[in-house]
């Protein structure tokens, strides 16, 4: 059923012209010793294609690659050497490695800037680095790759391909469509846009938005039914319209001090209703203001909202903390707990002591409150990580 499905699909979205389809020009061994092949583009340029990929006026069809790579690996070389000329690998032809499932894991190079539809689809790969100067993906590039667990995302500026089509159903086909376990979504410190449809999954349930980005594109992150947290940079701009719909959202922290442009339908209801939004200090009225912000029911401002109750019973140091905190009390401390900015139980512990150390090697960076339960009652009071 899945090739049948699919076939439909391609064969509504990609009707083509011949001329489009690639034929290869000359192959090559790379160092891992695979044999790989490629289409010269210009007198400098070369894309890696699948040999057989005049096939595709039959697809669906394996890749030609398919049981032929050592050890389960790709490694893409960013240049080759054919007739005395030296070739820069700057493109992945459409459907090179598709319906490869042996295909574990691919190196990509720098060099390349294009990656053409389905190039990847039905592979085996369970870990993905994106390369900063990749500028376009096509349409289902890595769809269907159920042990894709991890992506690293670096390209600064991409834009993605997708095929609408009123035939088999089909409305979109998103570069990590049906990528079922993807879990885990670092994204590069020099992205600076989040193309739309970024992400449509029901694994992934945080994602942390560097400071460098600026945009986040319509309908980025559509659709994915377990993402309860987001953290935005500061540096961002402009969120997309319905960037974020059809999410659970439970907690947002944005860390622009200037409220950032909202498109109409950012966040769906439930989340302007229900969503914990962690705001810079003293930047509320900025964002109850704000075009799109304001529409969002629960602020924090953790310089007024998180409340401390000031003592002299009891003193934390260091603060900052980095591995370790240590708590002194002038009574009997039963119980220690700590609390992040969004409210959360982070830590609990018994004690019954008047002295107790708290590792806060796995604590994310930021502030937190600690709660004391002595035998003078309940005491609270701030300290940060580092």
């Excluded at 490629?38 to 894309?47: L, N, P, Q």
């Amino acid at each position: 059923m899945k090739k049948v499905f699919l076939f439909i699909m391609m064969t509504c979205c990609f009707c083509v012209a011949k001329s489009q389809y690639y034929e290869w020009d000359f192959f090559n061994v790379n160092d891992e010793g695979d044999t790989l092949y490629y289409v010269i583009k210009s007198d400098a340029t070369v894309y890696l294609a699948d040999k057989d990929f005049i096939r595709a006026y039959d697809l669906p069809h394996t890749s030609s690659y398919w049981g032929k790579i050592n050890n389960g690996h790709i490694t893409i070389p960013a240049s080759v050497l054919h007739n005395d000329t030296i070739y820069e690998v700057t493109g992945i032809a459409l459907s090179t490695f598709f319906w490869c499932d042996d295909l574990k894991s691919v190196t990509i190079p720098n060099s390349i800037k294009y990656i053409e539809g389905l190039a990847f689809c039905y592979t085996g790969i369970d870990s993905l680095t994106i390369p900063e100067n990749v500028i376009y993906m096509g349409a289902g590039v890595f769809s269907h790759c159920s042990n894709l667990k991890t992506l690293n995302y670096n390209a600064v500026q991409c834009s993605f391909r997708f095929i609408h089509s009123a035939a088999g159903g089909i409305t979109y086909a998103p570069v990590f469509w049906d990528c079922k376990f993807l879990s885990e979504i670092n994204i590069g410190s020099s992205v600076q846009t989040i193309p739309t449809h970024f992400i449509t999954n029901i694994a992934l349930q945080a994602i942390t938005i560097p400071n460098s980005v600026k945009v986040i594109s319509k309908e980025a992150f559509i659709d994915c039914p377990n993402l309860v947290h987001v953290s935005l940079g500061s540096g961002l701009d402009t969120i997309g319209q319905n960037a974020f719909y059809y999410n659970p959202l439970g907690s947002i922290i944005c860390n622009a001090t200037n409220p950032s442009i909202m498109e109409n339908g950012g966040f769906n209801t439930g989340t302007l209703q229900d969503a914990r939004v962690v705001i810079p200090c003293n930047t509320k009225a900025a964002y109850q203001n704000a075009a799109g912000w304001s529409e969002f029911a629960h602020f924090i401002d953790p310089c007024a909202d998180l409340a401390e109750v000031e003592t002299t019973e009891f003193s934390l140091y260091p603060n900052p903390a980095t591995t370790e905190l240590n708590i002194a009390c002038s009574t009997n401390i039963e119980t220690i707990e700590v609390f992040n900015i969004l409210g959360q139980r982070v830590y609990a512990a018994q004690v019954k002591s008047t002295f107790a150390k708290v590792n806060t090697t796995n604590f994310v960076t930021g502030n937190y409150i600690a709660k004391l339960y002595t035998d003078n009652g309940i005491t609270t009071k701030k300290f940060i990580v580092k």
